[in-house]
């Protein structure tokens, strides 16, 4: 899952995408509103969380250009206030949910998962086939009642692959979803993360290379 931080608290905003990293989640931040324009410009976020009092584009606005766009992009909108007419407020800019401050972290990350899911056709929130179970909110994976213990991009990878049902995923697409701005997209990451992956699921293989294309599973 992809996701944007635009938080202009850069101690919160730092600990939210370290906190989403740890829950495999491949996390890019954003100071202010520009900069948040600016990347959804270029990449397609699963899920937004937006603080609402942001500089250079206040938060409000940010919401209104992208539900304007018809973006495919989840909103979790952020605000020191948790009024009910601050809600509604928000929501009636087209976030599609909100989270007044301080809030618990397990909450943000269980809202984030939930809209994550409902940014593409509705999947169960326990992904199973050939054998392998994955439950992203408990970060567990079982291969045929056995638990495998993954690494966060193990996990993630593994999770796309589960989410396409079958269908073939391209490097590019697993280097947008589960690793982050900053990765060299020429970086042989994934194939060494899907020799590893392979490893720990063990015998008969299920990973299928497409040359040329990607993986599936």
């Known amino acids: 899952m992809r996701v944007l931080v635009v938080e202009d608290e850069k101690v919160l905003a730092d600990a939210i ?17 520009g900069g948040a324009l600016e990347r959804t410009s270029y990449i397609d976020y699963d899920v937004i969380v937006l603080d609402r009092d942001l500089p250079v584009v206040h938060g409000d ?16 909108m952020l605000t020191a206030s948790g009024d009910v007419d601050d809600k509604v407020e928000g929501l009636g800019l087209g976030a599609d949910d909100y989270l007044a401050k301080p809030f618990v972290f ?29 439950d992203p909110g408990k970060r567990l994976v079982e291969r045929d009642g056995r638990e495998i213990v993954l690494t966060k991009k193990e996990f993630a990878v593994l999770e796309e692959l589960l989410r396409a049902e079958g269908a073939v995923v391209s490097q590019e697409d697993l280097l947008d979803k589960a690793w982050d701005e900053n990765i060299d997209p020429f970086t042989n ?3 060494v993360t899907m020799m590893t992956l392979r490893k720990k699921l063990g015998e008969p293989q299920v990973i299928e290379t497409v040359p040329g294309v990607g993986y599936k599973l």
Not at 17 to 33: F, I, K, S
Not at 61 to 76: D, K, Y
Not at 107 to 129: K, N
């Open 61 to 76: 606005e940010v919401c209104r250009r992208l539900v304007g766009q018809r973006t495919a992009s989840r909103i979790l």
């Open 17 to 33: 995408a370290t906190g989403l990293r740890r829950e495999a989640m491949a996390v890019d931040v954003a100071y202010d509103g």
């Open 189 to 191: 990451v994934v194939r």
């Open 106 to 134: 397990v909450e943000l990350v269980a809202r984030v998962r939930a809209l994550g899911r409902r940014s593409a056709p509705a999947l169960p929130p326990v992904l199973e086939r050939s054998g392998i179970r994955l």
